[in-house]
């Protein structure tokens, strides 16, 4: 966690106090806090993963160059088809995908049977095909660490800056296999690295917690100090007054008669419908009032949604009942189709190129080209409340004397407006000649 020490410390611009150290706040946050966070936190979890689920809710369609789903397949789609079916590549990247959100990169490290026999620490050597593939390991930072490892200082090479090889540690933070202890250096050839937000080029991304790191220790103290405020308050502690000197005596000066009060007192703190005789006592019951910890929490939540650029409302959902609001999901939607094609595109683009370097994928013909659906579709729910909007406008329209629809009877049907054909092309649209005009739909 060397590397942590450069990045995300506190800024000191305070100059009457260190705001951080008074708050609580860690001066660096190592990968070991990030991933303990998100995987004791709800909150830091879904930071981390609800931009990943809502980027690989559908995967893309890969092809080798242009398809029209007439042509024979090339080699490499017959070798994609397969590194899709048998390894699951897709699932594989999304887990990189999460991990390398929590740290500064991930990698995907591919188990194959090379054509020669070399160490881990040398450069990996040519496969022989898709077949040699054995399987497609997700790995976080942690189990590939570069902690006191030199890096390339040819600076005319591309790999300069680069580390010179990887410590592979499989019983790092983040591993879940309980089984593997061991720990071997690794050339840079034989992983492939996911680094989001590492816009220089390097392994070296950006941790999505980081500047949200702060907001989520906010959230836990006011959680937990809720929690534990109406803890203390539900065990309803009892106050006894002593007004009596007599009996203030005896319970001070006679054991006996002390211990058997004690023994009085705890069955009935302890118990259901026990009744307690005071003997010239005032009981009382030891309450606070709890400030209601909406308002604080609010805003924590609203500056740790901030740093991730995920509204709050998509974040954690709405316990009203109330969903979020189009402008949230629109946003949202165009925050994740901006992640598939400035982030995602990328890295599957380089992970297929990786593994046709290393003699795995067939060399396409042409190029790769990486298709997504539509994420702004709307749901099923909003085409048919949009349907029924655009009914209820076309009778407002005949009401009022129009001799056209506004909308068409196909737009209806599919609860949006076919932006891509002018309104003139279904001039005469009406109930005399209905399924002419919808034959005229179909064929243009």
């Known amino acids: 966690n060397y590397g942590y020490n450069q990045t995300g410390g506190y800024h000191h611009a305070d100059q009457k106090r260190d705001v951080w150290e008074v708050a609580g706040y860690p001066a660096i ?49 017959k070798d994609l088809e397969i590194l899709i079916s048998k390894h699951q590549v897709f699932a594989r990247l999304k887990g990189a995908d999460w991990r390398n959100r929590i740290g500064r990169y991930s990698g995907i490290l591919p188990i194959v049977t090379e054509t020669e026999v070399t160490s881990p620490q040398e450069q990996a050597s040519k496969s022989l095909g898709i077949d040699s593939l054995l399987k497609l390991v997700p790995m976080p930072e942690s189990q590939l660490s570069v902690d006191n490892v030199g890096s390339n200082a ?14 592979l540690r499989q019983d790092a933070v983040g591993d879940r296999n309980p089984l593997e202890n061991s720990e071997i250096q690794l050339h840079p050839s034989r992983v492939f690295i996911m680094a ?15 500047a949200g790191f702060n907001a989520l220790l906010d959230l836990e103290k006011i959680c937990a100090a809720g929690a534990e405020g109406h803890f203390k308050n539900a065990k309803q502690r009892t106050i006894l007054n002593v007004k009596d000197s007599q009996v203030a005596n005896t319970l001070m000066n006679d054991p006996a008669k002390a211990e058997e009060w004690k023994k009085t007192a705890s069955d009935f703190a302890s118990g259901f419908d026990n009744m307690l005789t005071l003997y010239g006592m005032d009981a009382h019951q030891l309450q606070s009032t709890l400030s209601d910890p909406t308002a604080p929490f609010t805003n924590a939540l609203n500056i740790y949604a901030a740093s991730i650029s995920i509204p709050a409302t998509i974040l954690i959902g709405q316990q009203t009942g109330r969903l979020a609001s189009d402008e949230d999901q629109a946003d949202w939607s165009q925050t994740a189709a901006s992640r598939r094609v400035n982030t995602l595109t990328p890295s599957i683009t380089g992970f297929l190129q990786y593994l046709i370097d290393r003699g795995i994928l067939s060399k396409p013909t042409t190029e790769i080209l990486v298709t997504w659906d539509d994420l702004s579709e709307p749901s099923v729910g909003a085409k048919l409340d949009n349907s029924k909007k655009m009914s209820e406008i076309n009778k407002s329209g005949y009401d009022t004397g129009m001799q056209e629809p506004i909308f068409t009877e196909s737009e209806i049907r599919q609860g949006s407006v076919d932006d891509e054909k002018p309104k003139e092309d279904y001039e005469g649209f009406g109930e005399d000649d209905e399924d002419d005009d919808i034959k005229n739909l179909d064929e243009n």
């Open 29 to 77: 946050v190592d990968f070991d806090k990030h991933w303990n966070m998100q995987a004791r936190f709800g909150i830091a979890k879904a930071g981390i993963h609800r931009i990943v689920d809502k980027c690989w809710q559908s995967s893309p369609t890969i092809t080798d160059g242009d398809y029209d789903g007439e042509r024979a397949l090339t080699p490499f789609e």
């Open 196 to 210: 989001e937000g590492s816009d220089d080029g390097s392994i070296f991304g950006i941790p999505a917690n980081e």
């Open 154 to 167: 040819n600076i005319s090479s591309p790999d300069y800056g680069m580390p010179e090889y990887y410590n």
